[in-house]
């Protein structure tokens, strides 16, 4: 019989240092410890038993030497089972302690229980986590036929009560997450109980055993396996059965597994976090599903399909392609479900995120206005890009798009003012940034600069602003963004860093200090608000200690001294993202345009763009025109995102590019019909804006995080001599273009021309107004106008 002296030893030599050290996997390793425990206490056994009839009585183990998965110093959880017949409760005491008593003396911690079979069915229906962990039950020595009857019992009541208990089941992990916190962004990870550990694996099949939801396979599993690694080398190198590797076992565990670099295993642990949360994420929602498809009802249940354009669904809380979508047919397909799903805050199946990864073509190098547009719109979705992001990165969709992401996925950050690995930091930067696109002329370069600004942490880098402008700059240039904006953000990533060390470590009364800070800026007032917005966000996403009231009033008292140099010395306060169109009035119309318009009619020109669509429209210009052409294509479902607008020998002359949701082309007839109606009082064809308002309102799951501020109306001064000129800055929404223009005209001014332009789900509209005796506005005029355009755009109009 092993030596009770010789138990911890012989454990630690099985899965320990030489283990680790020599050939064969972290399986093998905790094969032959399962053997080793099972040996021993059968050895145990057999004495306890000795000259004893023990029918109907057995030695059974769960939690981890159940399943056969120990580490060298895991707990022995186990359980004396019997009918309550064979022997009586003295005696069952008696057997008992004799085979407790020589664990505790070999120093092994015991977690013990002697139960019947109909006890353990009372156990697991009071207590979850119980009902939970008998599901592994695995007899150990004795009798089996007992140990198969409390388990066969355990697992029917479970199956039998799941619809009741899922409820308790969910309500307990959140719990125990909030509690522990997720494993993959902690730089001291509690492998066992944090959201994506061990435990949640042990999650993971107790609802396949309910019949609830397939048990994931393959990725996880690899997971699983790694956590079990990093545990088992956690108990060899600090000699104690705990399960958090800590900050001082970082170097000696990562040696341990033969990590050079301790980086690199804390990233591997991430990566498998990752991977465990995710699926029970998601088989947590399969779960919920099925138990929605157990509710009695009459007839066939058919899916609640709620619409979300391009052939995309909501469907039991995920976000889905419809059956008659091919997602093989159009590349941007990908980019369109992840807008769709995070705007509305909810993740995409499983199974269409599949289909997206390994049927969608790649897009095209340089990506096309399209992608970029959509691309935009994704990072300004607010907090449900979080969860889109993460499943679009788990099947390997973000890499494609961004092959830099690969570096930076799931890297640890040692600062201690960190919170987050560096990919997830960056996606908080992004929704942090969505709420101070209202202060910034280009909502789009920020939240591009936001996901970039730390793309420059890889191995090896000693500086990664400087590291990652370059970076940022290939990537700018891969997504086809001209070469202004290229060097906008390249430069803010370089310089991400520096308002807030020019803040917190130099004096602002010093013109040197206000120098360096508008040297990094180029003198220009536009980025100025780009890279105080973006080292805000940076700040905030961090974590509190990156971002206190202290330091948010130091930064704000530079941002006054600089905004103070850059307006004394004239630089652009507030500059659109591309030029507004010349002041017009002079030059005549095209021929063809002058024949067209001759039969009264207006002129409606649609040209496909790939997936999307400039319509050209020419009519005689009226009091309310601009609001019934955007009104009406609102209403044909179409989102506009840029747009020219000029009017020439008293002809309106506008150039409108849009996306069509539905995939269905812009009709030629249907807009040129419904343009000849509108201009004759007849309201019909806005009939269904409001539907469509309706729809784009529906109430979603939506943090207070990434919330965008007032909607803003700004005079630019100078921009005109013969019109004023007002840029409105708004969240977007459908019919918001046919709102203002209704708005204008009620208040007694005409829009001569205007250049519209959607950037990261924000407008960007510049008016060129006048009254109706084409003068610009008078103070009193402007000052009622500018209030008027801010309550439309905030809907209190």
């Known amino acids: 019989m092993t030596d009770i002296a010789d138990v911890a030893a012989r454990r ?22 399962a053997e080793f425990n099972e040996q021993w206490l059968g050895e145990l056994w057999d004495e306890a038993v000795r000259g004893q009839r023990v029918e109907g009585v057995a030695l059974a183990a769960v939690g981890s030497v159940g399943r056969g998965d120990a580490g060298p110093l895991s707990d022995y959880d186990l359980v004396l089972l019997h009918y309550g017949r064979t022997l009586s409760a003295d005696e069952v005491t008696r ?50 036929e007992v140990v198969a009857a409390a388990r066969a019992t355990v697992s029917h009541d479970w199956r039998a009560h799941a619809r009741k208990r899922l409820p308790q089941l969910t309500e307990a992990i959140a719990v125990r997450h909030h509690r522990h916190g997720d494993l993959a962004q902690s730089i001291e990870p509690e492998l066992k109980e944090a959201h994506g550990g061990l435990r949640d694996m042990t999650i993971l099949s107790a609802l396949a055993e309910a019949w609830l939801a397939d048990r994931p396979r393959g990725e996880v599993d ?70 929605r498809a157990r509710v009695l009802r009459v007839g066939p249940r058919r899916p609640q399909m709620a619409p979300l354009g391009y052939g995309l669904f909501e469907s039991d809380g995920e976000v889905v392609l419809g059956a008659g979508r091919t997602s093989g047919s159009d590349p941007h397909l990908p980019l369109r479900a992840a807008v769709v799903a995070a705007r509305a805050n909810l993740p995409i199946s499983p199974t269409t995120l599949e289909n997206l990864a390994t049927r969608c073509a790649d897009l095209p190098t340089p990506w096309t206005p399209l992608a970029r547009g959509l691309f935009s719109d994704l990072l300004a979705a607010g907090p449900g890009l979080v969860t889109v992001w993460e499943g679009l990165d788990q099947q390997g969709v973000i890499e494609r798009w961004l092959p830099e992401w690969a570096a930076v996925r799931s890297r640890p950050q040692r600062n201690a003012v960190h919170r987050h690995t560096v990919d997830r930091h960056l996606i908080e930067t992004v929704v942090h940034a969505t709420g101070l696109v209202r202060g910034v002329g280009r909502a789009d370069l920020l939240l591009l600069a936001a996901l970039l600004h730390d793309i420059g942490k890889v191995p090896g880098a000693h500086d990664h602003s400087a590291a990652g402008a370059p970076i940022a700059e290939a990537v700018m240039r891969r997504l086809g963004h001209p070469e202004a904006d290229v060097e906008v953000v390249t430069a803010l990533v370089r310089e991400h860093l520096t308002l807030i060390e020019l803040a917190t470590r130099r004096d602002h009364s010093d013109p040197r200090t206000i120098d360096a800070a508008v040297a990094a800026v180029g003198g220009d007032r536009d980025r100025f608000d780009l890279l105080l917005a973006l080292t805000e966000a940076d700040a905030v996403a961090a974590g509190p200690k990156a971002w206190t009231d202290w330091r948010a009033a130091l930064l704000a008292q530079l941002a006054t001294e600089v905004r103070a140099r850059l307006d004394a010395s004239g630089s652009t306060v507030a500059a659109s993202p591309a030029a507004p169109p010349a002041d017009v009035g002079q030059g005549s119309l095209p021929e063809h345009l002058v024949r067209a318009l001759a039969t009264g009619e207006p002129h409606v020109e649609v040209v496909s763009h790939g997936g999307s669509y400039r319509i050209d429209i020419a009519d005689r210009d009226r009091l309310g025109l601009f609001a019934d052409t955007a009104g009406l294509l609102a209403a044909e479902g179409l989102v506009v995102r840029t747009a020219i607008l000029r009017t020439v020998d008293g002809v309106a002359v506008n ?18 019909r419904g343009l000849a109606r509108l201009s004759t009082g007849d309201r019909g064809p806005l009939g269904l804006l409001d539907r469509r308002r309706q729809f784009a309102a529906r109430p979603s799951r939506e943090s207070t995080i990434g919330t965008p501020g007032q909607p803003r109306a700004l005079v630019v001064p100078g921009a005109s001599d013969d019109a004023t ?71 209190s109009s």
């Not at 059965?241 to 642990?269: F, M, Q, S, T, W």
């Not at 996306?659 to 040129?672: A, I, Q, V």
Request: net charge negative.
């Open 12 to 33: 630690l030599d099985l899965a320990g240092t030489r283990a680790f050290e020599q050939a064969g996997s972290g399986t093998e390793r905790r094969r032959r410890l």
């Open 95 to 144: 057997l008992a302690d004799r085979i407790w008593y020589p664990i505790w003396d070999a120093g092994v911690r015991l977690d013990h229980s002697v139960r019947t079979v109909n006890q353990c069915r009372t156990v697991a229906a009071d207590d979850l986590t119980a009902a939970v962990g008998l599901l592994d039950i695995a007899p150990v020595a004795g009798d089996a």
């Open 222 to 291: 690899t997971a699983y396996g790694l956590l079990l690694d990093v545990r088992d080398a956690v108990h060899v190198v600090t000699g104690r059965g705990r399960d958090r590797l800590g900050r001082e076992d970082h170097d000696a565990v990562a040696a341990l597994l033969g990590y050079g670099d301790p980086d690199d295993l804390l990233a591997d642990v991430s990566d498998a976090g990752r991977a465990i949360a995710y699926a029970l994420d998601g088989t947590v929602r399969r779960a919920g599903q099925s138990q």
């Open 655 to 672: 150039e409108w590019h849009v996306e069509s949701p539905s995939g269905n082309e812009p009709e030629h007839d249907r807009l040129h």
């Open 725 to 795: 000129v007002l840029e409105v800055r708004a969240e977007d929404r459908p019919g918001l273009l046919h709102e203002l223009g209704m708005a204008l005209a009620k208040t007694g001014v005409s829009v001569r021309s205007a250049h519209i332009a959607t950037y990261a789900g924000q407008t960007l509209d510049t008016f060129y107004v006048t009254d109706f005796s084409g003068r610009p506005l008078g103070p009193a005029k402007v000052a009622q106008v500018v209030a008027v355009v801010i309550d439309t755009c905030d809907g």
